[in-house]
């Protein structure tokens, strides 16, 4: 858990659908992380770059940026390859999906709020 | 001039003694007669033969005794050798008064003439020709049969000529029945009398077919052998007639001798040919038997050569429409790789034209892409080993460079050759739709997982809101929300399930575990929302296995979930886990409505619900199926022992070592 006097530590939340957005944001905030949301994957490279988060949640299934692309080249770039990145997947064999993407870790829908926050913890 | 017979056999010097000493020893009849063709010398076997005396040695008798038949030219050839002087020669039937029999005869005369060439006398012989004759009449016969049979493959027509042909050299009737269902069926009918056989077949219509009314057919038909009446006795005719008016017309027909003779095909009497002599007088002997059982035996390979022409015939016909119909590739080919023929579907499937097949640039070695080789390779040691290959899923590059996704199935035609007949049926249409279906598959899953995973956040976030509160009453209803969004969830899970099942998608992630972790894993989980029920294990295996410790989860939850959801009225579920040799034996028996014989072999179908079991029972009706599908995947068997009223035990096994596929 981060305490008060370090500072928060900045987790990036990537998914088109806006109430699985909103669920993760509530109960990883109410854990004392800073949070900031994308809708899509367009400007996720500018953000990173800019805001550089610690931890980064992102769905597979988006339109128009496949995820798993996005995946892949932030685990090519120097720049970003150290953040871990835990994808949030519909899909029953995700373990086998977060190992072709090399992705860190990954939280199968419908997820338990308890998951997320272990997961957070896990790697922050 | 021969004058006294009693002297025949006392020797002579004289000339006259010394030809009669010769025409006694003689096996032929000789005769001697005036140039008028008055009596002057016969011999001894003469009088025998004719049975008659010296005085009733007359023209009028010795024409009594060549056959009827043959009276007219026998008459005419002697009247013209009489007129011309010139030698007598004549072949013809001549009785046997002893006997009652017409043999043949050979009769050869000369006549003796002085200087002015004026007749003395014509001396004679009869010689027995009975036997060449019967013999070759009956080599002629069977030739000449042969050759109507082989024909036409129509053989009830050349039946009805090869009776014709018997007809009156072998006999003086001759039929050809076929029995069908215990049933006579007569097919021809002959005798040198058109109106006789007009006669003949009114009496077979109005006779009764059934096989057993004819006594000597009968016979023929259960002992497979002929029936051979050389002499018709009146005693017999008696008996044998079934009344007043059959007995009337068999006497007045006559009936001289008879023999039946069947026709077998594959150990069975298919017909009968009947032979059946009478105005003829003649009596058949055991080389006529002979000849009529040639004729049977050449008669059942004539039918069968046609029946087998037939069927292969119709067969061809059948393959060359399946060929012509072009609803499936048909090629004709050899294990080298060469394309003898092919039909346009197959040449459609690969892009190629006629002119290409024939130029020999379609081979199926050449058409075949390398990652397919190698099971090309293992179905056509399958073709050359059991002749054929059960069908397989491969492709083959196109004229145009792509590839087209085909099943092909081969079966192999000549051993020797290594020719083969194969057909291909191009799946690009099925494929397409699995493609589509998998994509369908993933959509539904993310589409219905996502509201899923919604509901559940909010309702979890408000779960920890209401404990806060301390609010018990939410709290349980909120509990309660949660057990609906899992089954929810297991049903979304069960249906996407369902779906890989069916096209081959589920795979198996195979890791090392204890057994027992995974039942108390489960056993935790059920307890918790089913407290009241008590699910006692029997027999604990410390036991390590190689599985997918997810899927057989799921199987021990279904059997466990079933147990507990078909017993409402007992608490109790037993559970039991043991090692045999190379596989764990899990069972689950409970105490509750039980299911009957006929269902039990149902209920691992697919959406399969009992009667008895869907009024009262939620549910889809794929748990047990996924589970069978499970448990087979690991190369393990599923199978259920239950009663109504009293329970059901489910049992499965699991090999202790993986069986990856």
Redesign the interface.
């Known amino acids: 858990m981060t305490s008060q006097l370090t500072p928060a530590k900045k987790i990036l939340i990537c998914d088109d659908e806006e109430s699985i957005v909103e669920i993760m944001n509530i109960v990883l905030s109410e854990k004392g992380y800073q949070i900031k949301t994308l809708s899509d994957a367009q400007d996720i490279f500018k953000v990173i770059e800019r805001w550089k988060p610690d931890l980064i949640f992102i769905d597979l299934w988006m339109p128009e940026i496949s995820g798993d692309e996005v995946v892949r080249e932030l685990k090519r770039n120097k720049k970003t390859a150290h953040i871990p990145v835990i994808i949030v997947t519909a899909n029953k064999d995700s373990q086998k999906i977060a190992n072709a993407v090399n992705a860190n870790d990954y939280i199968s829908k419908p997820f338990d709020i308890i998951e997320l926050e272990n997961m957070a913890e896990k790697y922050l | 001039m021969v004058k006294n017979t009693s002297k025949q056999f006392q020797p002579s010097t004289s000339f006259e003694g010394d030809f009669e000493l010769l025409a006694e020893t003689l096996p032929q009849l000789v005769w001697v007669l005036g140039p008028d063709g008055s009596y002057e010398y016969c011999n001894k076997r003469w009088f025998d033969y004719l049975n008659i005396s010296k005085s009733e040695n007359t023209r009028e008798n010795w024409v009594k005794a060549v056959h009827p038949d043959d009276r007219e030219m026998v008459t005419q050839m002697w009247y013209h050798s009489t007129l011309t002087g010139e030698p007598y020669e004549a072949e013809y039937r001549f009785l046997n008064a002893k006997t009652g029999e017409y043999r043949w005869f050979l009769a050869r005369a000369r006549a003796v003439k002085n200087a002015e060439k004026k007749v003395l006398r014509w001396t004679g012989t009869l010689t027995d020709i009975h036997e060449q004759k019967t013999i070759l009449e009956a080599q002629t016969f069977l030739a000449e049969a042969s050759k109507v049979l082989s024909s036409s493959l129509n053989y009830v027509e050349t039946l009805g000529q090869v009776a014709s042909l018997a007809v009156p050299h072998i006999s003086d009737w001759c039929s050809v029945e076929f029995i069908e269902n215990d049933a006579l069926l007569q097919i021809a009918v002959a005798h040198k009398d058109p109106a006789k056989v007009k006669w003949a077949k009114k009496l077979a219509k109005k006779r009764s077919s059934d096989v057993t009314s004819n006594k000597s057919i009968s016979e023929v038909i259960k002992t497979q052998k002929s029936v051979f009446i050389p002499i018709i006795s009146q005693e017999l005719i008696e008996r044998s007639a079934r009344n007043e008016e059959e007995l009337k017309l068999v006497k007045s027909l006559g009936f001289e001798s008879a023999m039946v003779v069947p026709i077998i095909i594959d150990k069975k009497v298919i017909g009968v040919i009947q032979f059946v002599s009478t105005e003829s007088k003649k009596r058949f002997n055991q080389f006529d038997l002979y000849t009529a059982e040639e004729l049977g035996r050449r008669a059942a390979m004539a039918i069968q050569n046609a029946q087998l022409f037939e069927s292969s015939r119709q067969k061809e016909v059948q393959f060359q429409a399946l060929y012509d119909s072009n609803i499936v590739g048909v090629i004709y080919s050899n294990a080298q790789g060469k394309i003898i023929d092919a039909n346009d579907a197959f040449l459609q499937t690969v892009g190629y034209n006629r002119e290409d097949l024939e130029a020999g640039k379609v081979r199926w070695d050449r058409i075949t892409p390398p990652e397919y080789k190698k099971d090309t390779a293992k179905a056509l040691s399958e073709v050359l080993k059991d002749g054929m290959a059960s069908p397989w899923e491969k492709e083959y590059i196109k004229k145009d460079g792509s590839q087209v996704p085909v099943i092909v199935g081969s079966v192999l035609i000549n051993k020797k050759t290594t020719e083969m007949l194969s057909f291909i049926l191009d799946i690009t249409e099925r494929k397409k739709l699995e493609q589509r279906k998998d994509e369908f598959i993933?959509i539904a899953?993310?589409e219905l997982?996502?509201?899923?995973?919604?509901?559940?956040?909010?309702v979890?976030?408000l779960e920890r809101i209401v404990q806060q509160m301390g609010d018990e009453k939410l709290d349980s209803y909120i509990q309660k929300t949660n057990t609906y969004?899992n089954r929810l969830?297991s049903l979304i899970?069960d249906l996407?399930d369902v779906s890989k099942i069916q096209s081959g998608k589920l795979?198996l992630?195979f890791s090392k575990f204890k057994v027992q972790d995974l039942i108390d894993e489960v056993l935790e989980g059920i307890q918790q929302t089913n407290s009241a029920y008590k699910i006692l294990q029997n027999g604990k295996e410390n036991l390590i296995i190689e599985a997918d410790k997810h899927r057989l989860e799921q199987v021990f939850t279904n059997l466990l979930t079933n147990a507990i959801k078909y017993s409402p009225r007992t608490k109790k579920v037993l559970l039991n886990v043991e090692r045999k040799k190379d596989v764990v034996q899990i069972s689950v028996q409970d105490f509750g409505i039980g299911i009957s014989k006929k269902e039990q072999s149902k209920i691992f179908d697919r959406f399969y619900r009992s009667d008895a079991v869907s009024k009262r029972f939620s549910g889809l009706g794929i748990g047990l199926y996924i589970s069978f599908e499970i448990v087979e995947r690991h190369g393990g068997k599923m199978w259920v022992e239950s009663e109504i009223g009293k329970g059901s035990t489910f049992f499965f096994t699991i090999p202790v070592k993986a069986k990856k596929t």
């Not at chain 2, 996502?450 to 509901?455: A, R």
Request: positive net charge.
């Open positions: 993933s899953s993310h997982k996502t509201p899923l995973t919604s509901i559940k956040g909010y979890q976030i969004i969830n899970i996407l795979t992630d």
